[in-house]
């Protein structure tokens, strides 16, 4: 005579294929967890990236143009920095510091990596720390009736994801308007 239930073999059975199940279902879950992290992380640098360069060009665009200059580091840990002025009333033609606002744009060393600095009047911000592995602010000057004037403005930076190895070249090329 049979009696109803379930053998202890059978019990284990069960038991083994589920577990497996759940361990599949499991890793499964956590690495695409993982890629949508990465994902994310990775198209947050891309946005502040972005940022950076449309603001850079359109503030080197509304700028005076004779007023563009390159200074150099202020520290062993900064990088040249992009100076630019921008009139505070944009009707304004004619150059004047007090009617204007200065911008400087620059990389700052922190560690091995740099962070980008932004300079607007009294308002300073950083972006990209520790995801920037190199950063360089290039011109080529042009003297014109014993005048030093730039021809243009090139920032050329490496941005490290931190992700599989992701490693991108950026550069902003800008010539001046005379």
Known sequence: MRKKGFTLIELL?????????????????INNYKMLQEEKKKAYIESQVKSFMDY??????????EEIEIENSHG????????????????KI???????????????KNDEKYKICIEKGSYKQEILDGN???????????????????QYVQIDFKVDYKIRGIVRDYSIKYNIRR
Do not use: C, H
Request: glycine letters at 2%; hydrophobic letters at 40%; zero cysteines.
């Open 13 to 29: 059975v069960v038991s083994a294929i589920l577990l497996i199940l759940l361990e599949a279902g499991y890793s499964f879950f």
């Open 56 to 65: 850079t060009m359109q503030s080197l665009q509304m700028a005076y143009q």
């Open 76 to 91: 062993d840990n900064e990088t040249k920095r992009l100076i630019i002025w921008i009139p505070n009333d944009n009707s």
């Open 94 to 108: 004619d150059f004047s510091e007090t009617d204007s606002t200065k911008i400087s744009i620059y990389a700052k």
């Open 132 to 150: 920037i592995s190199s950063f360089d602010i290039t011109t080529k000057p042009e003297t014109i009736d014993q005048n030093t004037i730039l």
